[in-house]
Nanobody, 128 residues
Framework: QVQLVESGGGLVQAGGSLRLSCAAS????????MGWFRQAPGKERELVAA????????YYADSVKGRFTISRDSSKNTVYLQMNSLKPEDTAIYYC?????????????????????WGQGTQVTVSS
């Protein structure tokens, strides 16, 4: 069973950048498909970015395309979400999640119900 711990959230002005980290333990993330979700107050949890187990296939929500980048450092067993040109509407709790037994190496997952391990979340607040 993999455990996930997010970090890197905080308060930033609009137009600024943050890099979120998701440190994994208990299992190598190279065997998992990964995703970053966010949930704003009063809204449903939404997928922001996803990465296949093989690391070569990506998904980004339309709202973050060109601004956010998901990446993985296998040597550190960590997944990152680089967030640039942040907007007030990016304010949310951000969650890292893993699919421990993905279908294949090139598959990414867009449904929250597919993910079987979640981190505790990290708050990102973007001021205008």
């Amino acid at each position: 069973q993999v455990q996930l711990v997010e970090s890197g959230g905080g308060l930033v002005q609009a137009g600024g950048s943050l890099r979120l980290s998701c440190a994994a333990s208990g299992r190598t993330i190279g065997n998992c498909a990964m995703g970053w979700f966010r949930q704003a107050p009063g809204k449903e949890r939404e997928l922001v970015a996803a990465l296949s187990r093989g690391g070569g296939t990506f998904y980004y929500a339309d709202s973050v395309k060109g601004r956010f980048t998901i990446s993985r450092d296998s040597s550190k067993n960590t997944v990152y979400l680089q967030m640039n040109s942040l907007k007030p509407e990016d304010t949310a709790i951000y969650y890292c999640a893993a699919v421990q037994r993905p279908y294949n190496s090139g598959y990414f997952y867009t449904q929250a119900s597919s993910y079987d391990v979640w981190g505790q979340g990290t708050q990102v607040t973007v001021s205008s």
